[in-house]
């Protein structure tokens, strides 16, 4: 809609989680040397934690993908709201076993543990990344440790990796611990990574000149608090709303005045003191 306004070949900050946007930070780079650490290693489990908003679904998207190129068995699940038996049917599905709806529970847990088993017997590594494990019901939790006991036994041949906010880290305290063989966290980002962030979007989509002003990035990242999903939603108005007004460039006013029905303002004396993280 605003892409032709701004000189730009697509929107950068409306697809969050297309691999295609992901913008490697310092603190993403870091967790994907380090999920990557503990697959190539074979190490049974990892966790990346973060708050809403901090990329450790799209982080988790390139994994998969990047890993799918390495010739391993990959199955992305998103257990948002899932119940144990859609997790199983799900698995089903990503372990290409073509399950039926009217399969039971135990049929399905069967099938998965058969190919885990047919797996190791090839030699080839399965990936197992499961995202909003924090909001899964609760039988979900109990579902994929038994999972991960039966494919423990696999010489190193199964890794599992899931993320949860970090809310949500306490109730899955016991598991998280007794299990996870490396947890990540990935923090907000601070002000000048926001502003490598915004500039690195907009040149993959093809622009050539300056549309955000050092005023307005300072209080993006301000009105943000460095949470990226935060920065996009900021941006995405910020660009809609100066094409509207047939503006140049977007000013740091023009993002206070789209920013308020989106995000809360860090506190003024925070502002003032550049306490933004």
């Not at 809403?52 to 390139?62: E, H, I, P, Y």
């Not at 197992?128 to 979900?140: G, M, N, Q, T, Y």
């Not at 611990?177 to 989509?205: I, K, N, Y």
């Not at 900021?234 to 989106?262: F, R, T």
Request: aromatic residues 8%; proline residues 3%.
């Amino acid at each position: 809609m605003y892409e032709a306004y701004w000189g730009l070949s697509d929107s950068p900050f409306t697809n969050r989680l297309s691999p295609r946007w992901f913008h490697e930070s310092p603190v993403h780079e870091e967790a994907l040397a380090r999920l990557f650490y503990l697959i190539e290693h074979r190490r049974g489990f990892g966790v990346i934690s973060g708050d809403a908003g901090t990329g450790k679904s799209l982080t988790l998207r390139v994994l998969s993908e990047q890993s799918l190129r390495s010739q391993r068995r990959v199955a992305f699940i998103d257990l948002l709201g899932m119940d144990e038996h859609e997790m199983l049917w799900q698995l089903a599905v990503k372990l290409r076993l073509s399950p039926a709806e009217s399969d039971s529970r135990w049929s399905l847990w069967r099938r998965i543990t058969d190919q885990l088993a047919s797996l190791e017997l090839a030699k080839q590594q399965a990936v197992f990344v499961f995202d909003h494990l924090e909001r899964a019901e609760p039988s979900c939790l109990g579902l994929l440790e038994r999972l991960f006991c039966a494919a423990d036994s696999g010489a190193g041949l199964a890794t599992f990796i899931a993320s949860l906010r970090s809310e949500g880290v306490p109730r899955a305290s016991c598991f998280v611990s007794e299990m996870t063989d490396l947890r990540v966290e990935l923090l907000p980002l601070q002000l000048d990574e926001t502003d490598e962030f915004v500039h690195d979007l907009l040149q993959q989509a093809g622009c050539d000149r300056e549309i955000f002003s050092g005023d307005a990035l300072l209080r993006l990242h301000a009105l943000s608090q460095g949470i990226p999903r935060s920065i996009c939603r900021i941006c995405e108005m910020a660009l809609i709303a100066g094409m509207a007004s047939n503006l140049e460039a977007i000013d740091g006013e023009l993002i206070d005045s789209v920013s308020g029905s989106l995000v809360e303002a860090v506190p003024a004396a925070a502002v003032e003191h550049h306490e933004y993280v």
